[in-house]
């Protein structure tokens, strides 16, 4: 296999500069021109970001993504979004892409250090929907792993994803030093909300104990599981069955005593799917005092939808579900919950009675809904 | 001299239950039947429906809610339970006052509290039953 030299690579970043500096009239791609030409979104995406600090090294049509140092979904989000979307795009088999477009060969995980429980989820998830579109052919190769990457994504369960399970007989060292206990993630389909029944043990087991008011956690799981069965993934999409799931894991940091439940789905996203929905007129109502140019933006559509129940006359017995969500951290009485959806983030912050709201607009979507719920906890073990 | 008429007796409610854990489903998630095989739709026209007419003048129906299920969303209570109003069945005084919510852990007080809330807040007959069976 023809790999690409340093001197091509640095060749090709040069371009790229000079791209961004408007002196250059094409970004420099390997083998462009045995790519045929044609525009669509993933392409203009692909092209776009090449510059940018996207770890993507590309041979002929194949292209080899390492990670970055750290991937998380607050201080590092535009970098974390830049390469989850490069592998959902690079592995998509539904956008009609022709034979000879960039697909993604490899995924490196040698440089990562440091990885936030959510983003470490919705990689499992990319790379779960990736490793069923190519019937379960992928194969991790952890050599070269940190070893605490390594043993984090153990724990997530992640290596269970694979036929070839590079980590069969593996032995977890116990790592007294070690704060973050994570529980394995589960995956469902659309309507399997038993399944969310597996997270209070799987918890309970990381925690120590049972947690106070798990009741309304599970009232806002599985009204986040319903939004998937009903809205996440539409006919029109012609997304197959096989792909419309959702992905749900829990962590718990011993010396902080914070437990976190993050769900992921990778749906069209909340703020896509208002217009089509029971609540429409509602959420206009809502939306009607802001400026026009906001209305349409993700950040205030979640907004909007979310606290649709707030402002509910009654009229209409829909649009509760959302606000389901806010009720664990309310009846526990501090934490925060936090939905980032397509381009908006609403984030709930709730200590000494005091309850914060934050909504924030991102240049670049997360292509889905993710969820998470994140409290302290009272004592080691409630 | 005994007068031969029997001190008035209490009229004594007859109660039935609808224990959901148990007769439904430790589950109970989702609207429609295409959310889950324990949907609200089910619950109202497979259970709750059949039970509430099933009642003579007297009885009340009790509902145990919490026997083994972890936890209700709104998706549910409010098609399962208001559901028999906005679709005509029963008016929402009439379903309450047939009804005795029953828990023992006490963080169900607030499911009890949305059935009710949901149950007054529905329009009697607002909307036509289809099946998405």
């Known amino acids: 296999m023809k790999k690409i030299t340093i001197k091509q690579r640095e060749y090709d970043v040069k371009k790229g500069i000079e791209f961004r500096r408007g002196k250059a009239k094409k970004l420099p791609l390997c083998n462009r021109s045995r790519v045929n030409k044609y525009t669509d979104h993933a392409r203009e995406w692909i092209d776009h970001h090449f510059h940018e600090a996207l770890g993507l090294f590309i041979n002929k049509n194949k292209a080899i993504i390492t990670l970055p140092r750290v991937m998380n979904f607050s201080s590092e989000y535009d970098t974390t979004i830049l390469y989850v979307t490069a592998i959902r795009i690079l592995t998509d088999n539904n956008s009609g892409k022709p034979s000879g477009f960039l697909k993604l060969q490899r ?8 990885i936030s429980t959510s983003a470490a989820l919705v990689l499992t998830a990319e790379l779960s929907k990736w490793d069923d579109s190519i019937i379960q052919r992928l194969r991790p190769l952890v050599k070269d792993w940190k070893p605490h990457i ?3 994504f153990y724990e997530l369960g992640f290596f269970d994803l694979f036929k ?5 007989g593996y032995e977890l060292e116990k790592d007294e030093k070690s704060n973050l206990r994570l529980v394995k993630y589960i995956k469902g389909e659309c309507g399997d909300s038993k399944k969310a029944r597996l997270l209070r043990e799987e918890v309970c087991t990381i925690v120590g104990d049972s947690i106070d008011k798990w009741t309304f956690l599970r009232s806002g799981l599985d009204e986040a599981i319903t939004n998937v069965t009903q809205h996440a993934y539409p006919d029109k999409n012609n997304v197959s069955t096989v792909d419309k799931n959702w992905y749900l894991t829990g962590s718990y940091n011993k010396s902080k ?5 993050v769900f992921y789905d990778q749906g069209v996203g909340i703020p896509k799917t208002l217009p089509t929905s029971g609540v429409w007129e509602r959420v206009q109502q809502i939306l009607y005092k802001l400026p026009s140019f906001e209305q349409k933006n993700d950040e205030m559509l979640l907004k909007a939808a979310v606290e649709l129940d707030r402002t509910s006359t009654g009229a209409n017995d829909r649009g509760k579900g959302l606000h ?5 951290i309310k009846k526990r ?5 936090s939905i980032i959806s397509r381009r908006g983030l609403y984030r709930f912050t709730l200590k000494d009675s005091d309850a914060k709201i934050k909504t924030v607009g991102f240049e670049n979507p997360l292509l889905g809904t993710l969820i998470i719920w994140s409290v302290a906890l009272t004592h080691p073990a409630e | 001299m005994e007068c031969g008429i029997d001190a008035p007796s209490r009229v004594k409610m007859k109660m039935a239950t609808l224990n959901i854990g148990k007769e439904f489903s430790i589950d109970p998630v989702g609207r429609y039947y295409s959310d889950s095989d324990a949907s609200g739709e089910k619950f109202r026209e497979e259970i709750l429906r059949k039970k509430i007419n099933a009642l003579s003048e007297n009885e009340k129906l009790t509902i145990i809610l919490d026997d083994g299920v972890e936890a209700y969303g709104s ?6 339970f208001a559901g028999m109003v906005k679709y005509g069945y029963i008016t929402s005084q009439e379903l309450l006052g047939k009804i005795d919510i029953q828990f023992s852990d006490e963080d169900f007080f607030f499911y009890k509290e949305k059935v009710i809330q949901y149950i007054k807040e529905a329009k009697y007959n607002s909307e036509e039953y289809q099946s998405t069976k």
């Open chain 1, 107 to 114: 995924v490196n995980f040698n440089e990562l250090e440091k």
């Open chain 1, 257 to 261: 005593n914070i437990l976190k439940v």
């Open chain 1, 150 to 152: 390594v043993k984090q």
């Open chain 1, 164 to 168: 070839n399970n590079p980590l069969q």
């Open chain 2, 75 to 80: 998706s549910f209570l409010t098609e399962g």
């Open chain 1, 333 to 337: 009485g501090n934490g925060n919950l």
């Open chain 1, 324 to 328: 389901d969500l806010l009720e664990f």
